[in-house]
């Protein structure tokens, strides 16, 4: 029976998932529309950093660079001081959660579903993370119609910054991982990249593809129930302990609000799916939709 409950566990935490999605898209659905930030009315809307100002050039885009990473060093330093903190507490009071947990985990595994986890928990490894933003890296660049160089250019700045910021945190609470993976460390590395990295590709797709709070609901929950499995896997298969998972969440949490904060700073708002639907590329027959004939096929009658 235990087993059985250790299994539903992880269905029922994905059901929740999208469970909530499901009823907040119903609500963004029904509510009206309000006034978005950085659109106020009679205020107007300008990016802190327009093309105005000479973005379109190099020096525009250098400056820009500069600034955004003038904000990812000094959130940088705010992370590693609330990680620091927290890596205390759970090194006293991680404990009495933990090894309960380990226990009960370890004796209730199931042969077949261990090895489906060691399969699904690569999602989080360096890696897989590292292939994804490179391919989104690419398709965000040639796809983005202003400020082309900045996904890269983000991606980049994020993959150095998590890595060594990581080994920073690490040294700063050293924490002996399980008994099966003494090297598991604080926070759990695999739970933190799949929030940080999944999270900023779907938040530059929704940015500038869509615009939607639906479409934003639903891709949240997307990159939640990927973390959700990768934080469940790794407590499954013994690599971290619990508060481990727990923190490595809220790493890439802070890590993920630190970028969309410099992302926004540079470009500002995400664009409203009018503009989105503005910039699609027409149709040849744009009135065929609503049974009306082409003017030149009217003309030829």
């Not at 090894?99 to 004796?107: F, G, N, S, T």
């Not at 009135?287 to 003017?295: K, R, V």
Request: aromatic residues 12%.
């Amino acid at each position: 029976m235990a087993k059985i409950l250790l299994f539903l566990i992880w269905l029922v935490g994905l059901a929740v998932i999208f469970g909530v999605a499901a009823i907040l898209a119903r609500r963004a659905r029904a509510a009206p529309a309000g006034p978005r930030l950085g659109r106020l009315p009679g205020l107007g809307y300008r990016p802190a950093l327009d093309d105005a100002d000479g973005s379109s050039t190099v020096r525009g885009a250098v400056r820009q660079a500069l600034i955004f990473l003038g904000v990812i060093v000094v959130g940088a330093v705010v992370v590693f001081g609330i990680m620091a903190l927290l890596g205390q507490l759970v090194l006293h009071g991680g404990p009495p959660i933990d090894k309960p947990i380990y226990h009960w985990v370890a004796v209730h595994r199931i042969h077949p579903w261990k090895g489906l986890m060691a399969s699904l928990t690569k999602t989080g490894n360096a890696w897989s993370t590292r292939m994804a933003v490179v391919a989104a890296a690419v398709c965000l660049a040639v796809t983005w119609r202003r400020y082309k160089w900045l996904p890269a250019f983000a991606f980049v700045a994020l993959s150095v910054l998590q890595r060594y910021l990581t080994h920073g945190i690490h040294v700063a609470a050293h924490r002996v991982g399980p008994p099966d993976f003494p090297h598991g460390v604080f926070p759990s590395g695999g739970s933190e990249r799949t929030v940080v990295f999944f999270g900023l590709i779907a938040y530059f797709l929704w940015r500038e593809f869509s615009g939607r709070r639906v479409t934003a609901i639903w891709a949240g929950a997307a990159v939640a129930a990927l973390a959700f499995n990768e934080g469940y896997s790794r407590v499954y298969l013994g690599m971290h302990w619990t508060t481990d998972v727990l923190s490595g969440w809220f790493y890439g949490i802070l890590l993920l609000a630190l970028f969309i904060l410099a992302t926004r700073l540079i470009m500002g708002p995400a664009r409203t799916p009018e503009e989105v639907a503005a910039d699609a590329p027409e149709t040849a027959y744009p009135a065929a939709s609503n049974g009306a004939q082409p003017d030149a096929a009217r003309v030829s009658q």
